[in-house]
């Protein structure tokens, strides 16, 4: 059966686990770039995947949870979510930013998916109960997202001139609401081990963006000029923002739900800022700091009726 009781109230862990998260994802923009020295867009995505599916699969053999069994009922149920999370969380967001991005800006990239709590508002509100809509969270979206424009800069929606530019937007949104329906799938997926649903999921991707990876690009080939950087840079993007970001993604999603997890999109965006300047030797936004406060204010209207509930 799917799990549709209602959501739990936000705890400190829950808190701690999304700024985690925001630290992950913040440092894998910064990982492609140094994964792109090396190897093609789609590579990357489809290397980090199955990175991710050999971790989860080794870690769930060490603890004795394995992978769902499909010869029964209850594992094939599970099966199907895990799929469905892997579709819509993996291989079709992760496909359509490689491709999308060659064609538009990357700060417009990095905006659309600013607009993944937008979709979870409305999803949620139907599909996950407990999860209502509300016009502080309404509020708190738009001054978020106030935040993530004023940070990346509006000359990121500005035309780059490319032919395939209107599809390839068109593909960058379309990722955002992938990972929209995503969180909601995991929502709503069976009760089991938060190691094996994570596993299944993850091996489920690999085996459907892996095989478009060869097709599309041919048998990766890493140039021995490029050094080491750009292995290292897949390990971590495999390790890091995919195998453990799961495993965070699904027990946050779980417990709190989608709505509170879609928040982690207003951190990326700052998180990246922070580790382009930090270890790439970028320039500091001038707007940085009016733009960290518009994010946490979002952060703060939207979820001031979960802590006045607090004793």
Known sequence: MSQSHALSPATATDWALVCALGVIWGASFMSVTVALEGFAPLTVAAGRIALAAVALWLVARATGHGLPRLTTAEGRHIWAFAAAMALFSNAFPFFLLAWGQQHVASGFAGITMATVPLFVLGLAHVFVPGDRMTPPRVAGFALGLSGVLLLIGVDALARSGAE??????????????????????TRRAPATSLITFSAAALAAAAVLIVPVALWVEGLPRWPAEAGARPVLAMLYLGLGPTALATLILVRVVRGAGPGFLAQVNYHV????????????????????LLALALILAGLAVSRARAWRRRP
């Open 164 to 185: 395939l530019e209107d599809i390839a937007r068109l593909a960058c949104v379309g990722a955002a609401a992938c990972y929209a329906i995503g969180s909601i799938i």
């Open 269 to 288: 965006p700052v998180w990246s800022v922070v580790f382009g300047v930090t270890l790439l030797g970028e320039t500091l936004p001038p707007q940085f």
